[in-house]
């Protein structure tokens, strides 16, 4: 069954940092471009930051633009979303998502594209 999983979402305080993950089951990674997104309550999904199946093209919405860092271990089949001074409205459900040859990065974000998607996890950034 082809599935992703993420994890590491939770509560933390403003200037805070956490780190998502991304984990595939039931297929390899290797060659899909995975993507990071968000959905806050009442508002649309937004591609937060992609990144290719080779690891080196990378995008970034322009709101979290230097201070999150995505990244991926193939070898672990696994994604990565490091997210630092979080603030209030980074608040939202972060998906993971995976497509196959996007024509690019931020293609696949601005556009939403995903194949497979996961569940989400609720990343809440409040004092």
């Known amino acids: 069954q082809v599935q992703l999983v993420e994890s590491g979402g939770g509560l933390v305080q403003p200037g805070g940092s956490l780190r998502l993950s991304c984990a595939a089951s039931g297929f390899t990674l290797d060659y899909y471009d995975i993507g990071w997104f968000r959905q806050a309550p009442g508002k649309e999904r937004e591609g937060v930051s992609c990144i290719s199946a080779s690891g080196g093209s990378t995008y970034y919405a322009d709101s979290v633009k230097g201070r999150f860092t995505i990244s991926r271990d193939n070898a672990k089949n696994t994604v990565y979303l490091q997210m630092n001074s979080l603030k209030p409205e980074d608040t939202a459900v972060y998906y993971c998502?995976?497509?196959?040859?996007?024509?690019?990065?931020?293609?696949?974000?601005?556009?939403?594209?995903?194949?497979?998607w996961g569940q989400g996890t609720q990343v809440t950034v409040s004092s």
């Open positions: 998502a995976a497509d196959y040859r996007t024509p690019t990065v931020q293609t696949m974000c601005i556009n939403l594209r995903g194949a497979s």
